[in-house]
């Protein structure tokens, strides 16, 4: 499943909801807007690939459970997001650009390490994308979609949600070996993670 799939059944992205920890689900309004029979449209989600429920809810949103979060990876694009005007300096977390601008270093040096260590770039497997810090980070990645297309993105502050929970899969689940560990498949998708995070969050790639 991609995501450009679930939005072409429904006419519009849908809205990521939870934490996403335990599973991936989607919200949509899209049967409200369109005007359309809600378990008409539900019948035409449930037949994308990789949905694994959809349930129609009382008041006509749509909840949507995907089997494999990681599968949205597919499907990123680039985007062009305005760089906001954070001050270079001072480099500690308490200053939002800093926190951007230092994830985009490390998605960055992510691609030179696994090239190093011999991360294959292919093989990717999205399912992978198990651990609770991937997750976290492909949650944030699945409101892109719709924040794309909405009059009010809100970028400064989802950058900074999106650089902080890359950081915190950074530490907890590297994507590349550490020390006599071996190269598996969840190095190669957490590059693949690395690399969305980096062309989404702007900045140098070396501080």
Known sequence: MTVRELAGALGEPPVPDGSWEREAVY???AALRRR??????AERVRAVPGVADVEVRGNG???ITVAVPGELLESMEPVEIPEPAWPDFPRTWDNP????????????AVRRWARELGVPEAGFRP????????????????????RVVSRDPGWETYLVRL???????HEHAPAVPRGDE????????RVRLAEAVGG????????
């Open 97 to 108: 650009g800093f926190v951007v601008r230092y994830a985009h270093v490390r998605a960055r």
């Open 182 to 189: 071996p190269v598996t498949a969840v190095h190669t998708a």
């Open 163 to 169: 650089a902080l929970a890359f950081h915190d899969a």
């Open 27 to 29: 919200l949509s309004a």
């Open 200 to 207: 989404v969050v702007m900045g140098p790639d070396r501080l």
């Open 36 to 41: 359309a029979p809600a378990e008409a449209l």
């Open 127 to 146: 399912e992978a994308l198990d651990d609770p810090y991937d997750r976290q980070v492909l949650r944030v990645l699945a409101e892109l979609p719709g």
């Open 61 to 63: 949103f749509l909840r």
